[in-house]
Antibody, heavy 119, light 106 residues
Framework: QAQLVQSGTEVRKPGASVKISCRAS????????IHWVRRAPGHGLEWLGI????????TYAQNFQDRVTMTGDPSSTTVYMELSDLRSDDTAVYFC?????????????WGQGTQVTVS | SYEVTQPPSVSVSPGQTATITCSGD??????VSWYQQKPGQSPALVVR???KGPSGLRDRFSGTTSGNTATLTISGTQAMDEADYYC?????????FGGGTTLTVL
């Protein structure tokens, strides 16, 4: 079945960077965008950006434009999200989620989440 | 930037109908999706494109939109429906989530 599997828990110090992976399987990779969303303690879901399946383009949320980089490797059906200059308020669970290409507006499958702790 | 607003919490008795609202400027002109998130779990899609279930079939979760408000309705609410619920829309190639509503089944 279709699934997204993310890399494991990360702990970083303030000012460092973190790179999380999201590997897709069980579906045609090129038919879905991959988004990154986080949930910090005591907060709701927050969108970080979208990655095209080809890995050729990404659009980032305004709040993260200068700190986030999304890349992709279609050959391994894996997408990466790197967040730099980490602060304590970046402590959160980070999720990848897929969104059908075309006019679809929803996320139907989510990764299991990656805990990032900045301390 | 575009914002959508949800009530922080909603309470409902078992077996009753729960309604959760999501408001934003001209929200009725956009497609709205709804997600359920339980503690320690990933979000799960419960309604897409305003009113469709994840598989295109309706179950106890349904959605409507009108004007500036989208509404998620849960019929015959059960204890297992206790969770945080989020609305989501697109605005100018970016994704927006509401702040989330905690549903308590008393």
């Amino acid at each position: 079945q279709a699934q997204l599997v993310q890399s494991g828990t990360e702990v970083r110090k303030p000012g460092a960077s973190v790179k999380i992976s999201c590997r897709a399987s069980g579906y045609l990779f090129r038919d879905f965008f991959i988004h990154w969303v986080r949930r910090a303690p005591g907060h709701g879901l927050e969108w970080l950006g979208i990655m095209s399946p080809s890995g050729a383009s990404a659009t980032y949320a305004q709040n993260f434009q200068d700190r986030v980089t999304m890349t992709g490797d279609p050959s391994s059906t894996t997408v990466y999200m790197e967040l730099s200059d980490l602060r304590s308020d970046d402590t959160a669970v980070y999720f990848c989620a897929r969104n059908p290409t075309g006019d679809a507006t929803w996320f139907d499958i989510w990764g299991q989440g990656t805990q990032v702790t900045v301390s | 930037s575009y914002e959508v607003t949800q009530p922080p919490s909603v309470s409902v008795s078992p077996g009753q109908t729960a309604t959760i609202t999501c408001s934003g400027d001209k929200l009725g002109e956009k497609y709205v999706s709804w997600y359920q998130q339980k503690p320690g779990q990933s979000p799960a899609l419960v309604v897409r494109e305003d009113s469709k279930g994840p598989s295109g079939l309706r179950d106890r979760f349904s959605g409507t939109t009108s004007g500036n408000t989208a509404t998620l309705t849960i019929s015959g609410t059960q204890a297992m429906d206790e969770a945080d619920y989020y609305c989501q829309a697109w605005d100018k190639r970016t994704v927006v989530f509401g702040g989330g509503t905690t549903l308590t089944v008393l």
